[in-house]
């Protein structure tokens, strides 16, 4: 089936950096989301984005976060600067339409702050 | 409030039993989705059923949206099914929302 591709796989970084996750999503979907699962924690929605907007964000989506996908490049979250908070393992999904449309995962990103 | 409710919260199976999964919504939805998490962390998506019955293999899903609830049947259990069951579900709304898990069932298939 379609795949979306994440990477990198794992990334260590210290506290206060800034970091960039990158998402390939399926190449004809238009619908792009950033989830984040804590170790051992239940799975919770970002934000999510179409047409180079912001079009939901949760309150987990802090003012350090930000989202975009420059010309129809990966679809990015960067975290600037890093917490340890921020340590979780990262999903980022996509889908074709609104409303009624599954949606595809990556295989997620674990970063780990120090 | 969790508004995604799933039980059970874990399930231990001989291998070939059968096991019912249920998900229950505290808000009204247009879509759910079952996903399988790997021990290791990967999620699979299992079923995209927004109403009825939908079945893929083993799996079978049965979503009932004017009683905000879906169910995953798994026939023939087999240790590879071990793992956890995750139900999720988007809020109606006018723009493609996240999704909202529920925190999971948790099955364990012995011999």
């Known amino acids: 089936g379609p795949k979306v591709l994440q990477i990198p796989s794992h990334q260590i970084i210290d506290m206060g950096q800034m970091v960039t996750l990158n998402c390939d999503p399926v190449?004809?979907?238009?619908?792009f989301y950033w989830y984040k699962q804590i170790l051992g924690q239940q799975m919770e929605f970002l934000v999510n984005f179409y047409n180079g907007k912001v079009m939901e964000k949760s309150k987990l989506f802090k003012d350090q976060f930000s989202v975009e996908r420059p010309d129809g490049s990966y679809f990015t979250l960067k975290i600037q600067p890093t917490a340890l908070e921020d340590s979780a393992v990262y999903f980022c999904?996509?889908?074709?339409?609104?409303?009624?449309?599954?949606?595809?995962f990556g295989p997620g990103t674990r970063l780990t702050v120090l | 409030e969790q508004q995604v409710q799933q039980s059970p919260a874990s399930l231990v199976l001989q291998e070939g039993e059968n096991a019912e999964l249920q998900c229950s919504f505290s808000i009204f939805t247009n879509q759910v989705q079952w996903f399988y998490q790997r021990p290791g962390g990967r999620l699979v998506s299992l079923l995209y059923n927004p109403s009825g019955t939908k079945q893929s293999g083993r799996l079978t899903s049965t979503t009932v949206i004017k009683e905000r609830r879906s169910s995953l049947h798994i026939s023939s259990s087999q240790i590879t099914d071990s793992g956890t069951y995750l139900c999720a579900m988007e809020r109606s709304g006018n723009y493609a929302q996240g999704l909202t898990f529920g925190l999971g069932t948790r099955v364990s298939v012995f011999p």
């Open positions: 190449s004809n979907h238009l619908y």
């Open positions: 999904a996509s889908s074709l339409i609104w409303g009624e449309d599954e949606q595809y």
